[in-house]
């Protein structure tokens, strides 16, 4: 029914996270002192305080570009399975369509499937199991 290919995008989440984990592990900075941190944070307030300083030049960022910027996935997301959706209902009412063309989109409507379920997983997993693994319990 789904390739191996498919399925295996449930897993793209995590070869990520374990990725991002052993570069921090073999390749990352040594761990900062408290006077670096101190630093950097103080830094990071400074960048904060110029970029709120360069936007209000500007004026506010209105609520429909960050209604815009919180929907692009989900509105991804439902035009693959609405185009899956569609296509399924032709093939049941018998109207003619490439079975290439149903093949692929099925397998990427998957491939949409699988990857986000990997990514809630990995998230549920990342908040509740890895910390415990993290902190030595």
Known sequence: MFSAATVLT???????????A????????????????????????AAIQGIAQMEASYGPVHPWVNNIRALQRPVVVGGVLLTWITLSLAIAFDQRVNPAVYYTVCEISSAVF????????????????????????
């Open 114 to 137: 699988f990857y986000l379920f990997g990514q809630r997983t990995l998230i549920y997993f990342d908040n509740n199991w890895f910390k415990g693994l993290k902190n030595g319990k």
């Open 10 to 20: 449930s897993l793209v989440p995590l070869v990520q996270y374990i990725g991002k």
């Open 22 to 45: 052993a570069v921090d592990r073999w390749i990352g900075a040594p761990k900062p002192t408290p006077e670096e941190i101190t630093a950097r944070g103080n830094a990071d307030a």
